[in-house]
Each structure stands twice: as structure tokens, then as C-alpha cells.
């Protein structure tokens, strides 16, 4: 399997070189020349399997420069307890008779992230061995609160690897800046800055383009990857838990094999719900892919409108983790969509970076609108839906499963459409307890140590053994920095 770049222009690479780069030279994604085929007997046989092993089989489709024994070891290692706390990994929780909960936050950072990123410091450090790379990795990461502490997680003391990750200072939950700015480990660094995700997201794209600093860094024996979904490697493992989930669907005798399912996702970059359309198109039973989004309904109006538009207000919301203006993987999707057209996408992406803007019309919006459907849930919205949630099925969830619930609910409603569903639960409640609590009526006063155990007692449930043991840590990185100095950062902490 070889890969390519989203904007054309350059020779094919191998799975590994396109992990070990992250982003192409050109500014553009890597993708998959094709995309494997599952039969209906390979996902019937696949239903049989553990995760772990579901993971294996699917990756080594993709990994082809990867040996199977390789794959295994890695899925091994990355999904089994005590990295994720149910046995199950990504367990599904039925609401009723056509709704289920695709729960992914069992791993050590309570998000879903942990599904690639206890994935993918394997597949990186392999890919750099592969490659001959001498150079130690610097893994910059961009996150708007629940990435970051996976990567940091995911890397921590990684030989040869240091991670550095910035996020937006008043962007994120006091839970999670709790997480990213107490994580031990002699290789991490955590960089406050002043802005929004979208700022931090465009100062590390803004690195990662800058030859100069390339350079520099190479003299200093350094070599730049990324964690976030622009890694073809943070995002290949996400397409297993949509394979998982229907197999396990089959397995509890909630569909029969080839029966058409939903999936609901919340999401701000593009990238979880890219992964399950990556599986609709290997062959995955799907009938329709709703793509939730909160106040930031920049994909939502695409969706509708087929016009990309970032020049719009930017909304602070109760689920941060989707507060994101410049959704990068619809880059991806535009690229399959689009007939594989590099120098159509190098348009698109030069209108956004310019006008902020771009529009996709005729038969490639006929073709989005085929597959996609999109909505918004308003703030007042998410916390009735949680509260409606708890009180009628004793379910709670976090901020950013209610937004999906939520569209999920006005897609049926609008559509008619009763087809079983799987929403994405992305994260604990517990990772947003402030806003969860304010939900059901409770004290949301205090800080985020207090807050947990206002939500465990009230929901007479355990906090969760990752944020539980945050209580007595220090915070170790206080640093906050403007958008202009974070080169300056990156320098100061790779050449000490």
C-alpha cells in the first residue's frame, strides 16, 4: 500500500515514511492509494475476534511495509488492561432498540483519543527505524483539550521522541488543563497560548511548513512529526472501532450481517468522522454518516450549503473539544470526493487560506449530500439533552455525546429515518464535570478536584481511576505564550 499527498505533486511514499512525516512537503494529507475491501465473511469472521485482533487484521491492510507479527504486538500492547479500564475496549451501551453508545473513553486519558494514541508512538518509533531516521522526533501537537494529554500520555518516555503540545488557555476544561499540565515525564512540554484551537492548530502547520527552522532543527539533530489526525498514523487506527462496532452489534444479535447501521459523530476537525467514512468505503454496512456540531457549525452549514466558510464568530462552548473553525481531514474527503483531483484540492485549500472560503457544488455535492447529513445543537440544548438523558435512562454523558444525541434525534425526527444508530461518546462526563453538573441542576462551583467528587456522589458512580489520581498533583507547565512566539518555544525546548 502506497500513499499520496491530498495536493498532488509528489511521488507515492510508503506507510511508513508517511508516519514518520505526518503532513507532505506541499502542505497537503496523506492518503491510502486505495482503500481494502471487507467481504461480508471477513466482518462476520472479524466478530469472532478481540479487539486487539480486530485492530491487527484491519491495520495490516494498510501497513503493508509492517509484518503481521509486527501489527500484533503493537495492538497487544496498545489495547489491553491496564491501558483501558473495560475488557471490552470500545464497548457499546444500548439506550434502546434502535440507539447505542460507541463508548471510547475507557483508556488512560478518558477520551477517545486513546484509540490511535495508545497506538501510535508504536507506529511511529517502527516507521523511524524503518526509514533509517537517526534524528530524535519532536511530536508537535495542536489540541483542543482531549488530544493533547493522549499524546503526552502515549509518549511519555519514549525513547528517542520528545512531544510538545499547545493548547488554547481559556479553550479547554479545568479537567483536562489539569491532565496536560500535571504529566509527568522527562521528554513532554505543555505550552498555554492566546487564542483559539484553530490559532494553535495554524501556528504548528506554520512550523511544520517553515524550511528554515527545518533545517535548524535538523542541524540539531531533531526531526518534526505530528500527533494530531493529519498523521495518517493517528488516524488509521480510528477506522477499527466503526469495523468493531458492528461486529459487535452482530454479536449481540442487534443486526444481521450486511444490515445497513448509522453512525452520529461530534466532531470539529473532520477526523472521527473521516475514519468511519473510510470504512463505509471498505465495505462497512452504512447507511448514513450525521456529522454533529455544536455553535462552530462550520461543517454543518457545508454540509447544507456546500460553501466552506471560517469568516464567522467563534463561539467558547461547554464542549471545547468541537470548538474548531478549520476542520482539517475534509481536506481528506474532498480528495476521494473529488476523483482524486491534487490540483483541484491545492485550489480549494489556497481559497481558504486567502478568502477564508470555498465552495463545492454539482455532482461532488450530490455525492456528499449521498452519504452526509449535518446538524447543530445549541449550548441550552446540550444540557437539557444530558439531563434528559440521566433522569429518563439513568445514562450520563459528556458534553460533546449529547451534542450527537441531540442531532441524532433532529435527523430522525426531520427524516423519518429509524434505522439503528450508533452515536460516537467521545469522552467521561467526568472530563467535563463543571458543565455536566450545571446540567443536572447541581453546585458547579470549585475547582476541577472538588467538581469530580460533586459528580460522583451525586451520580453515586467512581470517578474514574485517571482523574481520580489527579488529585494532590502539582502543575509542572504554566507557561503561556502568544501565537507569534510559539517557533521561539519550540526552539527553547528542543535546544534547551
Known amino acids: 500500500m502506497q500513499y499520496q499527498s491530498t495536493r498532488g505533486n509528489g511521488a507515492q511514499i510508503t506507510a511508513a515514511q508517511a508516519i514518520a512525516q505526518g503532513l507532505s512537503e506541499n502542505g497537503g494529507l496523506y492518503v491510502p492509494e486505495n482503500f481494502p475491501q471487507l467481504s461480508e465473511k471477513t466482518i462476520s469472521d472479524l466478530a469472532s475476534m478481540s479487539y486487539k485482533d480486530r485492530a491487527a487484521y484491519i491495520l495490516d491492510l494498510y501497513l503493508s511495509d509492517f509484518s503481521i507479527d509486527e501489527i500484533s504486538r503493537y495492538t497487544s500492547e496498545a489495547y489491553s488492561m491496564p491501558n483501558f479500564s473495560n475488557p471490552a475496549i470500545a464497548p457499546l451501551h444500548k439506550l434502546d432498540k434502535s440507539t447505542h453508545f460507541l463508548e471510547l473513553w475507557h483508556g488512560p486519558t478518558c477520551a477517545f483519543k486513546d484509540m490511535a494514541l495508545q497506538m501510535l508512538p508504536h507506529l511511529l518509533t517502527a516507521s523511524l527505524r524503518k526509514i533509517g531516521e537517526k534524528r530524535q522526533v519532536c511530536v508537535l501537537v495542536a489540541t483542543s483539550g482531549d488530544t493533547g494529554k493522549a499524546a503526552l500520555e502515549g509518549f511519555c518516555d519514549i525513547s528517542g521522541t520528545k512531544v510538545m503540545v499547545f493548547y488554547p488557555d481559556e479553550g479547554v476544561s479545568d479537567v483536562q488543563k489539569l491532565q496536560m499540565t500535571t504529566q509527568e515525564?522527562?521528554?513532554?512540554?505543555?505550552?498555554?497560548?492566546?487564542?483559539?484551537?484553530?490559532?494553535?492548530?495554524?501556528g504548528v502547520k506554520a512550523i511544520f511548513s517553515d524550511a528554515h527552522l527545518q533545517k535548524e532543527l535538523d542541524k540539531a539533530g531533531f526531526l518534526l512529526s505530528s500527533a494530531n489526525s493529519i498523521n495518517w498514523g493517528r488516524l488509521?487506527?480510528?477506522?477499527?472501532?466503526?469495523?468493531?462496532a458492528y461486529c459487535d452489534l452482530i454479536n449481540q444479535a442487534e443486526i444481521t450481517p450486511g444490515e445497513k447501521i448509522n453512525f452520529c459523530v461530534p466532531t470539529g476537525n473532520f477526523g472521527n468522522i473521516l475514519a468511519a467514512y473510510y470504512a463505509m468505503k471498505m465495505g462497512l454496512p452504512i447507511g448514513k454518516l450525521v456529522c454533529a456540531s455544536n455553535s462552530n457549525d462550520v461543517l454543518t452549514e457545508f454540509l447544507k450549503s456546500g460553501i466552506y466558510d471560517k469568516n464567522r464568530q467563534f463561539f467558547t462552548t461547554v464542549s471545547p473539544s468541537m470548538d474548531?473553525?478549520?476542520?482539517?481531514?475534509l481536506?481528506?474527503?474532498?480528495?476521494?470526493?473529488?476523483?482524486?483531483?491534487?490540483?483541484?484540492?491545492?485550489?480549494?485549500?489556497?481559497?481558504?487560506?486567502?478568502d477564508g472560503r470555498y465552495v463545492v457544488q454539482g455532482h461532488f455535492k450530490d455525492e456528499i449530500d449521498r452519504i452526509f447529513s449535518g446538524g447543530m445543537c445549541s449550548e441550552e440544548?446540550?444540557?437539557?439533552?444530558?439531563?434528559?438523558?440521566?433522569?429518563?435512562?439513568?445514562?450520563l454523558m459528556d458534553t460533546h455525546t449529547a451534542v450527537a444525541y441531540k442531532v441524532l434525534s433532529d435527523y430522525r425526527?426531520?427524516?423519518?429515518?429509524?434505522?439503528?444508530?450508533?452515536?460516537?461518546?467521545?469522552?467521561?462526563?467526568?472530563?467535563?464535570?463543571?458543565?455536566?453538573?450545571?446540567?443536572?441542576g447541581c453546585d458547579n462551583t470549585g475547582d476541577g478536584m472538588k467538581l469530580l467528587k460533586l459528580l460522583a456522589q451525586y451520580t453515586q458512580t467512581d470517578t474514574p481511576t485517571p482523574l481520580a489520581a489527579l488529585e494532590g498533583k502539582k502543575a509542572r507547565?504554566?507557561?503561556?505564550?502568544?501565537?507569534?512566539?510559539?517557533?521561539?518555544?519550540?526552539?527553547?525546548?528542543?535546544?534547551?
Open 185 to 202: 515525564g522527562e521528554n513532554v512540554n505543555v505550552v498555554a497560548i492566546e487564542g483559539n484551537f484553530d490559532d494553535a492548530q495554524a
Open 236 to 244: 488509521v487506527p480510528q477506522i477499527v472501532y466503526y469495523i468493531s
Open 381 to 395: 440544548d446540550t444540557l437539557k439533552t444530558i439531563a434528559t438523558t440521566y433522569h429518563e435512562h439513568k445514562y
Open 477 to 496: 507547565f504554566l507557561t503561556s505564550i502568544s501565537i507569534d512566539n510559539m517557533k521561539t518555544e519550540v526552539l527553547k525546548f528542543l535546544k534547551g
Open 324 to 329: 474548531i473553525l478549520v476542520s482539517s481531514n
Open 331 to 354: 481536506e481528506r474527503l474532498l480528495f476521494d470526493i473529488m476523483g482524486r483531483d491534487g490540483q483541484c484540492i491545492s485550489n480549494l485549500m489556497a481559497a481558504l487560506n486567502t
Open 413 to 440: 425526527n426531520k427524516t423519518g429515518d429509524e434505522t439503528k444508530s450508533v452515536i460516537v461518546s467521545t469522552a467521561s462526563p467526568f472530563k467535563f464535570c463543571d458543565s455536566v453538573l450545571s446540567a443536572l
